[in-house]
């Protein structure tokens, strides 16, 4: 038996039986048109028995679109009514027993997923969308690529190069992990409710090697949050609080490692910030 979608009425009807108005709180807005998630799945390739993990489901519009693809699920839901409905939901449209998993927790907080999935397909709740990827990204290797829907500011600075006026911390972060791109817009009208921002598909690969460990990661973050907290300043001086405690003993390690004193954050990209880590380390 296929997997048949939700569509707007029903959405509505759901969201009714459970008592659940969409909160700003938790950055809830439902996509009520199949064809848009349909797109999603399609745009992120999901291929028939791949594992896919899903952040927020919510009623399970996206979830029913990548079960009709024919991947598993493990859907993590922070809201525990829409997390202890999701398995109903899916046995009802079609969805064959064992092909979900719904996990009841704060994404920002699991360091489990069960199947260990490898593609991340969400609608990501605009108020958490970066802390969710950097910590699913940093905490789950064997996360090769997804699609995520965004808000259209987050998903530009997530894509944005070095030295674009919409580069920032969460770019660098990012790159870290792999390649960012720009893979399509979303109409606010697929929306329930329709939200006041636009929304945007990104899609990211992860670099085929890890770029470093763990503690030369959070060495290279700092120095991005510092550099981007002060981006007007040079470097020399918005990085003296992690490189020595001057300017002058800041310019020695930016120039050890071959990055000019007087640049600013924005033009580098987070190779630079690696090689600032590295000869800060070695200092």
């Known amino acids: 038996m296929p997997v048949t979608l939700l569509g707007a009425a029903e959405i509505r009807a759901l969201a009714a039986d459970l008592g659940v108005s969409p909160t700003k709180k938790l950055g809830q807005n439902f996509v009520i048109d199949p064809g848009t998630v349909r797109r999603i799945v399609q745009v992120a390739g999901v291929r028939p028995g791949e594992r896919v993990v899903e952040v927020g489901p919510g009623l399970g519009s996206l979830t029913l679109a990548i079960l009709e693809a024919g991947a598993s699920v493990t ?14 939901t899916a046995a009802r449209h079609g969805a064959e027993p064992g092909a979900l998993t719904v996990v009841d927790a704060d994404a920002l907080r699991v360091t489990e997923l069960p199947g260990d999935p490898t593609v991340l397909v969400a609608n990501l709740p605009y108020n958490v969308s970066v802390p969710v990827l950097l910590h699913l990204l940093e905490t789950f290797p064997a996360l090769r690529r997804g699609v995520v829907m965004v808000q259209a ?66 060495r290279t973050f700092a120095l991005i949050d510092a550099a981007f907290q002060q981006r007007r300043k040079m470097l020399r001086q918005a990085l003296s609080g992690l490189l020595g405690g001057t300017a002058a003993a800041a310019s020695e390690v930016l120039e050890r490692a071959g990055i000019a004193p007087t640049a600013r954050g924005e033009q580098l990209g987070v190779d630079d910030f690696q090689r600032i880590a590295r000869a800060q380390h070695d200092a």
């Open 75 to 88: 859907a993590v839901e922070i809201d525990h009514r829409l997390a202890a409905r999701l398995a109903e």
């Open 153 to 218: 500011e987050v998903g530009e600075r997530l894509a944005a190069p070095p030295g674009s006026k919409t580069y920032g911390a969460p770019s660098a972060k990012a790159s870290w992990y792999g390649a960012w791109r720009l893979a399509g817009t979303v109409s606010r009208q697929v929306f329930w409710p329709v939200p006041n921002v636009d929304s945007v598909l990104v899609a990211f690969e992860r670099a085929s090697a890890p770029r470093g460990d763990d503690v030369e990661r959070r």
